[in-house]
T-cell receptor, first 116, second 114 residues
């Protein structure tokens, strides 16, 4: 039973390029959350998606960032025209339903984005 | 805005010492509370959770946490730590019935000396 799969593990981009981070939730999970981790700042909520729907994107920067979770395939976090400040670890988590006692979040190993 | 505060960023203890990591949250409504742990090189894992009932919850590996509603706190404890407890610990809160996102604290790095 594979866990949450994120790829790539490490991604290096030059300023101005695009970064695409992928997350395949656990089998049977239809809820996906993206978090960003900066040093000494903990995990910052970015966006919560269900299949084909963005439920809560209150943590997403207004520009350059977008997320999707299509009917088929992984969830994608896309960062256009990356800047050095985008360098961080990006974590995806999934759950079978909305957060509840019986469905805590399951996390992936994260993608570490470095912008040079 | 809702927030989660973890009082210590770094904690260093010797093996067999007792541990208490503080966590306070700012939301006044009904909450679900969690502690997650991230061992070196691994992904975050759920350590324990509180939704309702007994405010003293027991988790894996001998950890427990106590929900004190009047203090808006959910401190993590372990009576005797081991070297293998070296990890980063995150407190998290979810506002029940309001939204489904989970808000995390900044984390506490725990280093256990052998």
């Amino acid at each position: 039973n594979a866990g949450v799969m994120q790829n790539p593990r490490h991604l290096v981009r030059r300023r101005g390029q695009e970064a695409r981070l992928r997350c395949s939730p656990m089998k049977g999970h239809s809820h996906v959350y993206w978090y960003r981790q900066l040093p000494e700042e903990g995990l910052k909520f970015m966006v919560y998606l269900q299949k084909e729907n963005i439920i809560d994107e209150s943590g997403m920067p207004k520009e350059r960032f977008s997320a999707e979770f299509p009917k088929e395939g992984p969830s994608i976090l896309r960062i256009q025209q990356v800047v050095r400040g985008d360098s961080a670890a990006y974590f995806c988590a999934s759950s079978p339903s909305a957060s509840s006692y019986n469905s805590p979040l399951h996390f992936g190993n994260g993608t570490r984005l470095t912008v040079t | 805005a809702q927030s989660v505060s973890q009082h210590n960023h770094h904690v260093i203890l010797s093996e067999a010492a007792s541990l208490e990591l503080g966590c306070n949250y700012s939301y006044g409504g009904t909450v679900n509370l969690f502690w997650y742990v991230q061992y070196p090189g691994q992904h975050l894992q759920l350590l324990l959770k509180y939704f309702s009932g007994d405010p003293l919850v027991k988790g894996i590996k001998g950890f427990e946490a106590e929900f004190i509603k009047s203090k808006f706190s959910f401190n993590l404890r372990k009576p005797s730590v081991q070297w293998s407890d070296t990890a980063e610990y995150f407190c998290a809160v979810n506002r029940r019935g309001r939204d489904d996102k989970i808000i995390f604290g900044k984390g506490t790095r725990l280093h256990i000396l052998p």
